[in-house]
Structures are given as structure tokens and as C-alpha cells.
């Protein structure tokens, strides 16, 4: 089960510094974790999770699996994008295979760095890419209508619900709006099946300069109001400052982040909220060969998130022996949990909690 944010911005914002810190801190986690550079443009992250590395220790555990996510550098942006401008094609293709949108803005001020626009405005440029997205949302809702009305009155309910939603959408993105901010309740499935770009989640990252990066400046709160308005998320970074952390010892990036007034690292902050956003959580199975995190959808069954090990797993679902991490570790392990009464045995109706540490009983 593979999650991937797409990162976007315009030219010269920090989109690819931003980028490459990903995928070195990625690199040079490889010696403990898993990690595959799927394309030069594809990084595949650990999201980093203290909790692993203490289910390995009570567990005795000789290795550890982190749960990860993609990150996607895509093709930078530039007005007329939805009309096939710069690279709009390619921009607007790689956007609607990704499953949310990380929207990297400048928020600082550089004489040195050119800004296409000529000055810096985070509000203005986050408007510049969602218009483009709009618009051509807007030109592929507009294709489908004909055929769906004459399928629609032919009496074809499936059309007749589409064309319903389509009818609704139109008139918000005519007007400037993305289209998750208007979709009727009860209809989310049906209009993320409609492939739209702006029905994607979005997470807005500030690049601020260094001496901004524990506090935000004035760009950057700017953006936090923006995206509250906006039903998103914002998280402050400077890129600069992840590139060189990327680029350092593990053993002295506590120290330096702790000189700029920082406890973990803006990257961190943007993998954790990308995982948030896209409505995952973690489930960890622990034992001596091995610790290891599992991503599952928020609301998924116990069979479901065995399906995610195995498919076997999901289809010979017989039980599931939950611990949750609370309970795992206050009892110093599963043998202490299931002399304590914290062991649950959970049929095929339970909702996974995020932290369950579990064992799937099955028979295939």
C-alpha cells in the first residue's frame, strides 16, 4: 500500500532543495532502513516514529522496519500551465497520480534569488498554482457534461448522480473556489473518483530564511491564516537549513537543531504531516526477529490491515492479539501485557487504533 505526496511550487521557492534534503536524509538512513529511490524524482521517506525504536527494545528486536511514504519532485509550474505552458502537461499529469499535494512557498526574502514574479508574496503564488489546477479541473468537468446529460436522460442513475456532483462542482471553480472546499456531504468517494486535482488534501510548507526557521515571520504567518481558511495545513521549514542537516552525522544534528532553537527537524515536521494529512496511522507487529511499523488507512478493519502484510492474511483472517503501545510498554512486553489482562483477542469487526501492536491469527 504505497502513499505519496507530490511536491509543487513555482520556480526558485525551494521546492528541489526541499526535495534532495528528503531523499539524502532518506540516504543516509539506508544503513539501518530500508530506502529505494524509485525515479530520480521519487524518494521514498521513513516517517520517523520514537515509538518503533522502543517496541525493538523491549521486544529485543534485531532489526527495525519503519512504515515510510513517497515524496514526488514535480515539474515546477508557471502561469498557462492548464492551457499547456512550460512543462503544464507534464505538471498537471504527474499532480493527479498523487494522492496529496505538499505546496512549498517562499516566504523569504533573498535579493540574490530571482522571484518570477518580481517579490514575495506566499498568498499571491499559492493562488497562481491553485488557479491553474482549478482551471483545468474546470476544462475536464466541462468535456464530461454532454455526455453525461444525453446518458442522463436515458435514465442512467449512475450519470444522473455524476452529472448532479459535476453540476455542483462547476459553478464553485467558475467562481475561484477548489473543489474539496464545496463537495456535498456523503459524496467524497464519488468525487475523488472524478480525479480532480483541487479535491486533493494540501499541506503548505513555508521556506523561510535560517533565523526565521523555530518562529515563522510575517510571510509565513500569513500563510497559517490562509490555510486555516482554506482547510489546510501549514508547517514552517527552512529548506536551507535541511539541506545542511541532511549532510551531517546523525550523531550532531540534535545539537546543531537545539542551537537554533529547534527540538526535531522541519523535514520531520512535513513527513509527519503529510502522513496526517492523507488520514494514516500506524499499527507495529514486534518480536525478536524484527519491529516494524505498518501504514494503514484511519478506519480500516483488523482483516484490512492484515491484507496490508499479506493478502493471505486477510482472506484466512481468523483473530487479531492487540496490545496497544500504552499497554505493550507499561507491561514490558507481550508476555507481561498477556499476564496483566491487556492482551485482546479482536474479531473481524475491529477498527485498528493507531499504536495497536499486533499478531494476526489466520488460515489459509
Not at 539506508?30 to 524524482?41: H, L, V
Given at each position: 500500500?504505497?502513499?505519496?505526496?507530490?511536491?509543487?511550487?513555482?520556480?526558485?521557492?525551494?521546492?528541489?532543495?526541499?526535495?534532495?534534503?528528503?531523499?539524502?536524509?532518506?540516504?543516509?538512513?539506508?544503513?539501518?532502513?530500508?530506502?529505494?529511490?524509485?525515479?530520480?524524482?521519487?524518494?521514498?521517506?521513513?516517517?520517523?516514529?520514537?515509538?518503533?525504536?522502543?517496541?525493538?527494545?523491549?521486544?529485543?528486536?534485531?532489526?527495525?522496519?519503519?512504515?515510510?511514504?513517497?515524496?514526488?519532485?514535480?515539474?515546477?509550474?508557471?502561469?498557462?500551465?492548464?492551457?499547456?505552458?512550460?512543462?503544464?502537461?507534464?505538471?498537471?499529469?504527474?499532480?493527479?497520480?498523487?494522492?496529496?499535494?505538499?505546496h512549498v512557498l517562499r516566504c523569504f526574502e533573498d535579493s540574490d534569488v530571482t522571484h518570477v514574479d518580481g517579490s514575495v508574496d506566499p498568498i499571491r503564488d499559492a493562488g497562481t498554482v491553485e488557479t491553474e489546477l482549478m482551471l483545468a479541473d474546470l476544462e475536464s468537468l466541462e468535456k464530461r457534461v454532454p455526455q453525461l446529460q444525453k446518458k442522463a436522460r436515458g435514465n442512467d442513475k449512475e450519470a444522473q448522480a455524476q452529472l448532479a456532483l459535476i453540476e455542483a462542482l462547476i459553478p464553485a471553480l467558475q467562481a475561484g473556489r477548489a473543489a474539496r472546499t464545496v463537495i456535498p456531504a456523503g459524496e467524497e468517494e464519488a468525487?475523488?473518483?472524478?480525479?480532480?486535482?483541487?479535491?486533493?488534501?494540501?499541506?503548505?510548507?513555508?521556506?523561510?530564511?535560517?533565523?526565521?526557521?523555530?518562529?515563522?515571520?510575517?510571510?509565513?504567518?500569513?500563510?497559517?491564516?490562509?490555510?486555516?481558511?482554506?482547510?489546510?495545513?501549514?508547517?514552517?521549514?527552512?529548506?536551507?537549513?535541511?539541506?545542511?542537516i541532511a549532510q551531517m552525522p546523525e550523531a550532531e544534528r540534535g545539537d546543531f537543531l537545539a542551537s537554533l532553537g529547534l527540538s526535531d527537524s522541519g523535514l520531520d515536521r512535513v513527513i509527519r504531516a503529510g502522513y496526517e494529512l492523507l488520514g494514516l496511522i500506524t499499527y507495529f507487529t514486534a518480536g525478536p526477529k524484527e519491529a516494524r511499523a505498518w501504514t494503514i488507512v484511519k478506519g480500516m478493519t483488523a482483516p484490512q490491515a492484515a491484507g496490508v502484510i499479506h493478502g493471505d492474511f486477510e482472506r484466512g483472517f481468523i483473530a487479531a492479539e492487540t496490545i496497544s503501545y500504552e499497554d505493550y510498554v507499561a507491561c514490558g512486553g507481550e508476555q507481561g501485557a498477556r499476564e496483566a489482562g491487556k492482551l485482546r483477542v479482536e474479531g473481524k469487526s475491529y477498527v485498528v487504533r493507531d499504536g495497536d501492536v499486533m499478531l494476526f491469527r489466520f488460515n489459509v
Open positions: 500500500m504505497g502513499f505519496n505526496c507530490g511536491i509543487v511550487g513555482l520556480p526558485n521557492v525551494g521546492k528541489s532543495t526541499l526535495f534532495n534534503a528528503l531523499t539524502q536524509t532518506a540516504a543516509a538512513q539506508a544503513a539501518n532502513y530500508p530506502f529505494c529511490t524509485i525515479e530520480p524524482n521519487v524518494g521514498r521517506v521513513a516517517v520517523p516514529d520514537p515509538r518503533l525504536e522502543t517496541l525493538a527494545r523491549i521486544a529485543k528486536s534485531a532489526k527495525l522496519v519503519p512504515t515510510s511514504l513517497e515524496f514526488v519532485d514535480i515539474a515546477g509550474l508557471v502561469r498557462g500551465a492548464s492551457k499547456g505552458e512550460g512543462l503544464g502537461n507534464q505538471f498537471l499529469g504527474n499532480i493527479r497520480e498523487v494522492d496529496a499535494i505538499v468525487a475523488r473518483r472524478l480525479g480532480l486535482m483541487t479535491t486533493k488534501p494540501v499541506l503548505y510548507v513555508c521556506n523561510v530564511e535560517e533565523a526565521s526557521a523555530a518562529t515563522g515571520n510575517a510571510h509565513s504567518a500569513r500563510v497559517m491564516e490562509y490555510a486555516r481558511a482554506q482547510g489546510a495545513r501549514a508547517v514552517v521549514v527552512s529548506a536551507a537549513i535541511e539541506a545542511e
